[in-house]
Every structure is written in C-alpha cells, then in structure tokens.
C-alpha cells in the first residue's frame, strides 16, 4: 500500500455539511517501506494468535445483562444509569444468552417512532419488550446488522480460549463492538457462564502492552498517522474514496445525527462550527442520554438539536468543557501510531478525531476498528 | 433401605456378614411440628456484607477490587423498598484465577396481572 499522496491546492470551501475541503499543504513524511508493514503485521498476528480473551478479563470485573423480557424503556435506563453502552440478553426460557441490547437498537426505536408517529401508543412502549423489540426488527429490515444480533440467529460470542486474533476477527465481520465472552462448561453449550465484553480496545490494550517495551520490533509504530492508509479523512482532489466524510452543525437535528449515525454506518460524528473546527462529537452510545428522565417520550426527534442533546448528558456541563473531559478525543495528522493506539487503548475511547493544530479543524478521524482493519489485513 | 433387589442380586455374600434389614419399627419416625417453622431463620453471616455488587465502579473498564473468597457464589438481590417491576440479581464468581460479578435485571411478575 502507497502512503496517501496530498495535493497542494487551495480551492474555496463549501458550506454544506458534508465537507470537502483539501489539505492546504503537503506533508513531508518519511516513507514506510512495504516490509515494514508486512513485518509489523505478522508479529502482531502471531501475537494476537497466541493469546486468548481469557487475557482480556480483568481481575475482578464486572458485567450486566438484561432478561430479554425486561420492557425495552427500563432496559434503557438501566444502559444509562449503569453508563453502560451494550448489554447482553439473557433468556431465562432456555437458559441461554440469545443477544445483546445497545445503542443502535434505542436508535433505531426512536427513529421508528418518530417516523410513523409512533406506532407504538404510549402503553405499548410500557410494556414493549426487548424480544418484541428483536422480533420486530427481523421482519422490518434483516439487513441492518449493527450492534445488535436478531434472535433466530445465533448469538455472536467467543469463548475465553479463542485467541485474540479470533475474537478481532468477529469483531470486525459482524460490524460490532462489543462481543460477550462466555463460557460453557458443558459440550452442548448450556451452563453458559458470562465473562466479559470483549471489544477491540481491549485487545488493543493487549497489543500496546505487550509492545511498549520492544517497539523497535513494529517499524510502523513510529510512523505519522498522515503517513498510513488507516483511518477516514477529509476528501481530498486527487483521492478517490468517494464516501463522503460526515459532519454535522451543531443546530442540525437529533433526527438527522440519528439518520446519518445509521446509513453511514458510524458510531460518532464531529459536531463542527462554520469554520470546520471541532466543538463536539455526537457518539450513538450518546443516546442512552435520552432515557434520563423519559426525555425520549417527550422530543420530537426533528425539533432538538444535537446540541441539546449533548446538552442532556452533561448535567449543564459548559459546552467547551468536553475538551478536558473524555468526550472527545484529539490527535494530530503527525502523531506517530503507537501514541494514537495507546489511546484508543483506553475503553470507552472508540475512536480519536485528527484536528489541525490551533485551529482545531478536522482533518480526519480514526477508530480502533480503523487501526485493527490496516493490522490484520 | 428397603433393598427389594437385593436377592435378585449375584452378589458374593461372606457368611456372618450380610446386611441385615432395617427394622420396621425404624420407619415410624413422627413427621415434624410446626414449632420450628415459627422460629426466625438463622442470621445472615456477616461477611457476605462484603459483597461486590455495593461498589460503585469508578474505573470506565469496569474494574473491580478483588472479592474475599468468601462472597463468591453467593446470589444476592436488590434491596429496594417498595413495589418494583425490575430486580437486580447479582453474583461474583470466579473462573480460573480471574473473578466476575454479574448482574441481571429481571421483570417481577406482579401478582395477579398476567405476565408482561
């Protein structure tokens, strides 16, 4: 693979939300030669290979899980109040795990409620179960599979001898970010014991321990990001990508985060000013925000803006305060890699967005599932 | 026991020592009163106070401290007052040298609705 070539040109920007404006200026790199990568590579595939997600419990963790038969409204606010984003299903009928429960699923009811007006009377979404819910989302669209599974089909785990690469794996197949890791201590499978929610921050966190000591040993760590094919950049003339990089203003509605969220099939999206730097970000996890006091029944998805929405979960937190917080991380096109993968390291931090120095306009933005797609491809 | 099979049985029998039958008069035990159905249950040992599912999980890994051993394999539920339609079970276990606390949320059945 080429490192990404910059054009120097300096058109006029647009003002439409999607944005497409060019590097200003070229970026001197040094070049990473095509061993390098494949060396990089192949030691982290032989590590992710020797080590199972029996490594990526921690000493004494902690997981939720939800009856399928809990009424979807109370499965959101225990998601909120736990601060958790997935949580997995549990069928007491069969004794089994049957799926999981996340953002995208409150994401995708709320958009089905605000596009039909609710079909849904206020009763119905009382007592609206997850398996209801689930059933559902089968027979109105079997191709959208994002974080949740749909019941007939087999629930998507791993167990705590898969090894890493394994469990990455799936990860990245089924589009998902989180994976419960269960053991069964029976052949058939039953006695299902949950362990864990793998995701690829963890493994991540994995590979950045086990490498801090000998990065000598993966060239590519010391390389810029700007110097790599991972991540999504703004559009450039000259790349042919052609997706569009998505990025919305902070008055535009929650119903359209909530429509770009899904078609683009992203998990966040910059939330930027007129000049295209950086104010915030809308997460789809964000949503769970919604369930705080039954703001959901309330809103209509067209009429709040996402940043009354981020508004909803900070408890009145100033709108610039996200930067010393968690909510929204940065990085630099010139970071080198191991600096950016320790910080994606950390759980809960999906994803970082590259910003120009000083002026923080977005430039770009990489995800752990980013860096695991150029790793072991 | 009543050992009906017994005799069917090939057994190799050493004179002297066969197993005798029970005497019938063994089985006339008296059904027990209800003077120990009024008593209190014994209290709750006060170590499984310590369990972890009070700790509020600062860490955004969820991480935990380490549980006394003592807790593991208990099941707990959640103490709230008042009608509730969710209940919080929760338990810490161990598997390998590495310990998990799972919590599940569950419906309450309400007495005389039909079931949600």
């Given at each position: 693979m080429i490192p990404a070539f910059f054009s120097p040109e300096t058109p006029g920007r647009s003002n439409m939300d999607v944005d497409n404006d060019p590097f200003h200026r070229l970026v001197a790199s040094p070049r990473m030669s095509q061993a390098d990568?494949?060396?990089?590579?192949?030691?982290?595939?032989?590590?992710?290979?020797?080590?199972?997600?029996?490594?990526?419990?921690?000493?004494?963790?902690?997981?939720?899980?939800?009856?399928?038969?809990?009424?979807?409204?109370?499965?959101?606010?225990?998601?909120?109040?736990?601060?958790?984003?997935?949580?997995?299903?549990?069928?007491?009928?069969?004794?089994?795990?049957?799926?999981?429960?996340?953002?995208?699923?409150?994401?995708?009811?709320?958009?089905?409620?605000?596009?039909?007006?609710?079909?849904?009377?206020?009763?119905?979404?009382?007592?609206?179960?997850?398996?209801?819910?689930?059933?559902?989302?089968?027979?109105?669209?079997?191709q959208i599979d994002g974080n949740g599974q749909l019941i007939p089909r087999r629930l998507i785990h791993a167990g705590p001898y898969d090894s890493l690469r394994d469990v990455a794996?799936?990860?990245?197949?089924?589009?998902?970010?989180?994976?419960?890791?269960?053991?069964?201590?029976?052949?058939?499978?039953s006695f299902q014991q949950l362990l864990h929610l793998a995701s690829l921050s963890g493994i991540l966190k994995c590979i950045c321990r086990n490498f801090r000591h000998s990065s000598s040993s993966l060239p590519i760590l010391q390389q810029p990001i700007c110097s790599i094919p991972m991540g999504?950049?703004?559009?450039?003339?000259?790349?042919?990508?052609?997706?569009?990089?998505?990025?919305?203003?902070?008055?535009?509605?929650?119903?359209?985060?909530?429509?770009?969220?899904v078609q683009a099939e992203v998990s966040s999206i910059p939330i930027v000013d007129d000049n295209?730097?950086?104010?915030?970000?809308?997460?789809?996890?964000?949503?769970?925000?919604?369930?705080?006091?039954?703001?959901?029944?309330?809103?209509?998805?067209?009429e709040m803006s996402i940043h009354q929405a981020v508004q909803l979960g900070q408890d009145g937190a100033s709108p610039y305060g996200f930067f010393n917080g968690q909510r929204c991380q940065m990085c630099l096109r010139s970071d080198p890699l191991h600096k950016v993968m320790e910080r994606l390291a950390?759980?809960?931090?999906?994803?970082?967005?590259?910003?120009?120095?000083?002026?923080?306009?977005?430039?770009?933005?990489?995800?752990?599932?980013?860096?695991?797609?150029?790793?072991?491809? | 026991?009543?050992?009906?099979?017994?005799?069917?049985?090939?057994?190799?029998?050493?004179?002297?020592?066969?197993?005798?039958?029970?005497?019938?008069?063994?089985?006339?035990?008296?059904?027990?009163?209800?003077?120990?159905?009024?008593?209190?249950?014994?209290?709750?040992?006060?170590?499984?106070?310590?369990?972890?599912?009070?700790?509020?999980?600062?860490?955004?890994?969820?991480?935990?401290?380490?549980?006394?051993?003592?807790?593991?394999?208990?099941?707990y539920i959640e103490n709230r007052e008042g009608p509730r339609s969710v209940v919080a079970l929760g338990t810490t276990h161990r598997f390998r040298s590495k310990c998990v606390t799972v919590m599940l949320y569950k419906p309450v059945q309400r007495r005389g609705n039909s079931s949600t």
């Open positions: 990568i494949e060396l990089s590579r192949n030691r982290i595939s032989v590590f992710l290979s020797t080590h199972t997600a029996y490594e990526l419990l921690p000493d004494s963790g902690k997981v939720i899980a939800l009856d399928v038969n809990l009424p979807v409204k109370q499965a959101f606010h225990i998601l909120y109040e736990q601060g958790i984003p997935v949580a997995p299903l549990w069928d007491f009928s069969n004794g089994q795990f049957v799926g999981v429960l996340s953002a995208l699923d409150f994401v995708l009811i709320l958009r089905e409620l605000g596009n039909h007006g609710s079909n849904l009377t206020e009763e119905e979404l009382e007592t609206h179960t997850i398996s209801a819910w689930k059933e559902g989302k089968l027979h109105l669209n079997g794996l799936k990860l990245l197949q089924n589009k998902i970010s989180t994976l419960p890791v269960v053991h069964s201590s029976s052949q058939d499978g999504t950049w703004v559009p450039k003339i000259g790349e042919s990508s052609g997706q569009p990089f998505a990025m919305l203003r902070p008055n535009a509605s929650l119903s359209a985060a909530l429509s770009l969220l295209d730097s950086l104010v915030d970000m809308y997460c789809r996890s964000d949503i769970t925000a919604l369930a705080k006091d039954r703001a959901y029944a309330q809103i209509r998805l067209d950390v759980p809960g931090v999906r994803r970082l967005v590259i910003v120009e120095a000083g002026s923080k306009r977005v430039e770009g933005i990489i995800s752990v599932s980013d860096v695991f797609k150029f790793l072991l491809s | 026991m009543n050992n009906q099979y017994g005799e069917a049985q090939d057994e190799a029998t050493v004179v002297g020592f066969e197993v005798p039958r029970s005497p019938d008069a063994s089985y006339n035990n008296v059904y027990p009163g209800n003077e120990d159905e009024g008593r209190e249950p014994p209290m709750v040992p006060p170590h499984l106070q310590h369990t972890l599912l009070n700790c509020p999980s600062r860490d955004p890994s969820g991480s935990l401290p380490l549980p006394q051993n003592v807790i593991l394999n208990h099941l």
